[in-house]
Nanobody, 121 residues
């Protein structure tokens, strides 16, 4: 059974940085991504990465966020720099058996419980 466990969320001031970590259990070499959902808003894709290292980012985070992974340890990271108040959301790690799911949430099969990120102005 696939299980994804996120950590690394917290509260920071605008301009600060956080690194999210997602540890995966029960799978290997899947397409993985980070999503976020703010109160009253739909879940949106933030960044995703295939097993070969190809990445895709939402326009709103390009140049500020970096997704990476350690395939040997089944760990996915999201380095978030220059954080803005509008980045405040619950962040979720997700995985899918699709070779390339882009940032389409409906193509992801497995989800973590989420980690809260709060950015104050």
């Amino acid at each position: 059974q696939v299980q994804l466990v996120e950590s690394g969320g917290g509260s920071v001031q605008a301009g600060g940085s956080l690194r999210l970590t997602c540890v995966g259990y029960g799978y290997s070499r899947q397409y993985m991504g980070w999503f976020r959902q703010a109160p009253g808003k739909e879940r949106e894709g933030v960044a995703a990465m295939n097993t070969e290292g190809s990445t895709t980012y939402a326009d709103s985070v390009k140049g500020r966020f970096t997704i990476s992974r350690d395939n040997a340890k089944n760990i996915l990271y999201l380095q978030m720099n220059s954080l803005k108040p509008e980045d405040t959301a619950m962040y979720y790690c997700a995985a899918t058996w699709y070779v390339n799911a882009g940032l389409s949430a409906d193509r992801f099969n497995y989800w973590g419980q989420g980690t809260q990120v709060t950015v104050s102005s």
